[in-house]
């Protein structure tokens, strides 16, 4: 079968009062980043108190999923641009390198009065491979979270009477992306025919459970505990082709059957997950929440992700409550500095926590929350308009045409 030559183009369907206009940028996914990064960070720091919040590290399987369904989209549209593998990694590279190396960069002159008391592992994360530093060295002894943090030396740890980190292990979401990029392009540049991708989704989507059945029929326990089935690329490809597949249906004829049947879609995914989670607790006594430790991640991934997929098909459509809901003006702001409030909101957690118990004793917990939500929320704010900001405008410099998604 011979490869596309022409530019790609949404597929073009008679418009019906169900579709869509096209459109370059669909307001209602920034309100989508906000819930997402509001779960991670309730999460983080709610959990504890709340159980039902155990389920916000599921915030990070929605990103996923629509991180799969934007960069597929755009990938595809671009294929047969003038310097397009130069345009998307430079676009990219603008978008997530600032921030991250301005953080390490702040790491690296903290030096003197941090005092940091790590190693070379740690390396890791800069290189964008800190998701794999709990396995790649479970060997050797120690506490295995300890790289997951920053620990500062005994200067800051005197002065707070206790001893202080700095926590990065969030940002192994971050390395999974980052290594998704390095080679889904590639492979969309190379192959092309929409077709063809749709083949290769599937087949990730259907083989990446099995391969997590796999591993947790082989490997340690201990590694299971360590969210082995959660944090690594391989295991977790299946999120981003999910949304990777979504993009690539919108492209072509089946764009008319999922406007039609998206109510539907939503309703199964979502009780199917429901269901999951009933059966899961009931007879295998294991919380679908826990499934980043636990051997219900083999199935449940999948479910939540497909979940997050009719979820991104509904708030596409602007006549649906979810568009207009997450299109608020106040959501779409949060929506957009997300990314600097995933990547700031728990560095601190342990400078919050002090704050609250030192001098609000019994309000301890809910002034945390409020100071490392606000905190947080300021600096993500600071970060966009003084640092990511400036450098989003060279993007425009790095594309040739306009990325238009298609009629949902």
């Known amino acids: 079968m011979s490869r596309t030559t022409s530019t790609p183009k949404a597929y073009k369907l008679r418009q019906s009062p169900m579709e869509m206009p096209q459109r370059s940028y669909y307001p209602g996914l920034d309100g989508l980043r906000a819930i997402a990064v509001v779960m991670v960070f309730l999460h983080h720091y709610v959990s504890r108190y709340f159980s039902i919040?155990?389920?916000?590290?599921?915030?990070?399987?929605?990103?996923?999923?629509?991180?799969?369904?934007?960069?597929?989209?755009?990938?595809?549209?671009?294929?047969?641009?003038?310097?397009?593998?130069?345009?998307?990694?430079?676009?990219?590279?603008?978008?997530?390198?600032?921030?991250?190396?301005?953080?390490?960069?702040?790491?690296?002159?903290?030096?003197?009065?941090?005092?940091?008391?790590?190693?070379?592992?740690?390396?890791?994360?800069?290189?964008?491979?800190?998701?794999?530093?709990?396995?790649?060295?479970?060997?050797?002894?120690?506490?295995?979270?300890?790289?997951?943090?920053?620990?500062f030396g005994p200067l800051v740890q005197r002065w707070f009477g206790s001893p202080m980190h700095l926590y990065i292990g969030h940002l192994w979401s971050l390395c999974v992306e980052e290594q998704f990029y390095l080679l889904w392009p590639l492979v969309i540049y190379q192959l092309r025919r929409r077709t063809t991708l749709m083949r290769i989704c599937v087949a990730v989507i259907v083989t990446v459970p099995l391969l997590r059945w796999v591993l947790a029929s082989s490997v340690t326990p201990r590694m299971i505990e360590m969210e082995l089935l959660y944090r690594s690329l391989p295991t977790r490809m299946d999120a981003l082709l999910i949304g990777g597949l979504l993009a690539l249906c919108l492209r072509g004829p089946q764009q008319h059957w999922l406007s039609r049947y998206r109510h539907l879609l939503l309703a199964a995914s979502v009780t199917l997950l429901a269901l999951a989670a009933a059966l899961s607790s009931s007879l295998l006594h294991m919380p679908l929440k826990g499934a980043a430790v636990n051997h219900t991640g083999?199935?449940?991934?999948?479910?939540?992700?497909?979940?997050?997929?009719?979820?991104?098909?509904?708030?596409?459509?602007?006549?649906?409550?979810?568009?207009?809901?997450?299109?608020?003006?106040?959501?779409?702001?949060?929506?957009?500095?997300?990314?600097?409030?995933?990547?700031?909101?728990?560095?601190?957690?342990?400078?919050?926590?002090?704050?609250?118990?030192?001098?609000?004793?019994?309000?301890?917990?809910?002034?945390?929350?409020?100071?490392?939500?606000?905190?947080?929320?300021?600096?993500?704010?600071?970060?966009?308009?003084?640092?990511?900001?400036?450098?989003?405008?060279?993007k425009d410099r790095f594309t040739h045409q306009t990325h238009k998604a298609p009629a949902a």
């Open 298 to 394: 083999i199935f449940a991934f999948t479910l939540i992700d497909l979940a997050a997929a009719a979820l991104i098909l509904e708030v596409i459509h602007p006549n649906s409550a979810c568009s207009r809901i997450l299109s608020l003006r106040g959501l779409r702001h949060f929506g957009q500095i997300s990314y600097g409030f995933y990547v700031y909101h728990d560095l601190l957690h342990d400078f919050y926590s002090y704050i609250g118990n030192r001098w609000c004793g019994a309000y301890a917990a809910p002034v945390t929350i409020a100071l490392a939500f606000t905190a947080s929320w300021a600096i993500a704010w600071l970060s966009y308009r003084f640092l990511e900001g400036p450098l989003l405008t060279y």
């Open 53 to 151: 919040f155990g389920w916000g590290w599921t915030g990070v399987d929605l990103f996923f999923v629509l991180s799969g369904f934007l960069i597929t989209g755009i990938l595809y549209d671009s294929q047969n641009q003038p310097h397009r593998y130069r345009d998307f990694y430079m676009r990219r590279t603008l978008r997530i390198f600032p921030l991250y190396y301005a953080l390490w960069f702040a790491v690296l002159i903290a030096i003197p009065i941090a005092q940091w008391q790590n190693d070379w592992h740690m390396l890791l994360w800069p290189a964008y491979l800190g998701n794999y530093a709990r396995f790649l060295f479970l060997n050797i002894s120690g506490d295995p979270y300890r790289f997951d943090r920053l620990t």
